[in-house]
């Protein structure tokens, strides 16, 4: 099946620093999703993005699917940014193993 | 937020013992998941629903059943709880008319003791 790798394991920041998350797939993709796992567990979407670049506030995406890896940019983070994202295959249902993310005050 | 509900929210049972968790959809959404999540490790497929009375195998299916009789119910069952499958335990829609992008709900975490 296809495999999803996610860099780095681990992210500790500094509140106001920028981040970027990065997600590589190893087979072409139809769906691709980023989602940020909160401290409760809770899983939120953040961003539906097969190919492009999507932006919502401080985050943005861009996947670009014939080099097949898809990158999360964090800007300004906050500490309520902490937790850990996951980029996930959706059409395949594969996800990664997450990045854990820790904005420090 | 999508209407998905998960219960029960928290189980203990014991080894041996079936139990079945129950995922509720109010979206009228075609696909239905389960998946389970374990320490330091994203999200991996047990089974899904493409329809009513239509299922299949993830990639963790052993120990594991599931049931649909209704679009909006999605049941997993584990007939008899291991140890090894005390885990967090999601639910999951999605539908080709919103480019099959999923949503999840809350959890369960369920611990075989």
């Known amino acids: 099946g296809i495999q999803v790798e996610q860099s780095p394991p681990d992210l500790i920041l500094q509140e106001g620093a920028n981040s970027t998350l990065r997600c590589n797939f190893s087979?072409?993709?139809?769906?691709l999703q980023w989602f940020h796992q909160n401290p409760w567990g809770q899983l939120i979407n953040l961003f539906y993005i097969p190919s492009g670049t999507k932006q919502n506030g401080r985050l943005s995406a861009t996947t670009v699917a014939t080099e097949r890896y898809s990158l999360l940019y964090i800007s300004s983070s906050q500490t309520t940014d902490s937790g850990v994202y996951f980029c996930a295959v959706s059409d395949k249902s594969t996800f990664g193993d997450g990045t854990t993310l820790t904005v420090k005050p | 937020d999508a209407g998905i509900t998960q219960s029960p929210r928290h189980k203990v049972t014991e080894t041996g013992t079936p139990v079945t968790l129950r995922c509720h959809q109010t979206e009228n959404h075609r696909y239905m998941y389960w998946y389970r999540q374990d320490p330091g490790h994203g999200l991996r497929l047990i089974h899904y629903?493409?329809?009513?009375?239509?299922?299949d195998k993830g990639e963790v299916s052993d120990g594991y059943s599931v049931s649909r009789s209704k679009t909006e119910d999605f049941l997993l069952t584990l007939e008899s709880a291991t140890s090894s499958q005390t885990s967090v335990y999601f639910c999951?829609?999605?539908?080709?008319?919103?480019?099959?992008?999923?949503?999840f709900g809350p959890g369960t975490r369920l611990t075989v003791l």
């Open positions: 087979d072409s993709v139809n769906n």
């Open positions: 629903s493409y329809g009513v009375k239509d299922t």
């Open positions: 999951a829609i999605s539908d080709e008319g919103v480019g099959n992008e999923q949503f």
